[in-house]
């Protein structure tokens, strides 16, 4: 039976990732040009103008930035796309029927997620090479913020591919909660050039602890305590995964 379980979820794992690999002009190429033309834009127009912790040059401080905004949004578009596409078709009764535990079911789209997550984020720093000297001064953070956030994206992405019952749905999610959280996050801007308020905000979205961590990785400068964004993002996968675990054991809007 383990043996039978290993290899239903090796398939299953095979297959998400097969599904937005063999589209990977649309799901990989596609967002990474998205990314390049707001690297070109952006430090077209502030490059000259502004500087963050002291002397790091705008297009470079942007870079990280766009690289964990590009991984964040990927994470989240292939778990939830993926279940709410087999739930609308119907195909999903080929992958609750096997003997899966709903652990190997959520280790699979989420591993996957994390794998496109990854491949775009990637895709977005080599093309970022060309147009900005990027140090990186501690790469085990950056590979650990890049892993930790992929998971909350993907646990993310699957517990809306379950709620929702149709596109629309998932779209509302995706545009009045990710989008929103991903781009007042710090992408753009150090939040020590907000004002106090703004800055208390900015404290309370979690996602300002994944982008501020992971561009820690490559500048060994952030706008809060590299350890403090690793505990908060800690926290929120921790309980990403409970959440999405226990909704997989019920079966929540998946089995009759």
Request: hydrophobic share 55%.
């Amino acid at each position: 039976m383990h043996e039978a379980r290993l290899i239903g979820f090796r398939t299953l794992l095979y297959k998400e990732v097969l599904r937005f690999w063999k589209v990977g002009f649309q799901t990989v190429a596609a967002p990474v040009l998205n990314a390049l033309l707001f690297l070109l834009i952006f430090s077209h127009v502030l490059d000259r103008h502004v500087t963050v912790y002291g002397d790091v040059a705008y297009t470079a401080f942007l870079v990280p930035g766009l690289v964990m905004m590009s991984l964040l949004q990927n994470a989240f578009a292939n778990s939830s796309s993926s279940l709410i596409q087999s739930k609308i078709t119907g195909n999903i009764i080929f992958v609750l029927l096997p003997p899966l535990s709903y652990r190997e079911f959520y280790a699979a789209y989420v591993i996957a997620s994390m794998l496109r997550g990854l491949f775009v984020g990637c895709g977005v720093l080599l093309v970022s090479f060309p147009f900005v000297d990027l140090p990186i001064a501690a790469p085990a953070w950056v590979l650990v913020f890049a892993l930790i956030g992929g998971a909350i994206l993907g646990s993310l992405g699957v517990i809306a591919g379950i709620w929702a019952d149709k596109f629309d749905q998932l779209a509302g999610f995706q545009n009045f909660l990710i989008m929103p959280l991903t781009m007042l996050s710090g992408v753009f801007y150090s939040i020590h050039s907000l004002p106090q308020m703004w800055q208390d905000v900015s404290h309370i979205n979690p996602f300002f602890f994944m982008i501020d961590g992971f561009r820690y990785g490559f500048f060994g400068q952030s706008d809060v305590s590299p350890w403090l964004s690793l505990g908060v993002v800690s926290v929120c996968f921790v309980l990403l995964a409970v959440l999405t675990l226990a909704m997989l054991a019920r079966g929540y809007k998946l089995r009759a």
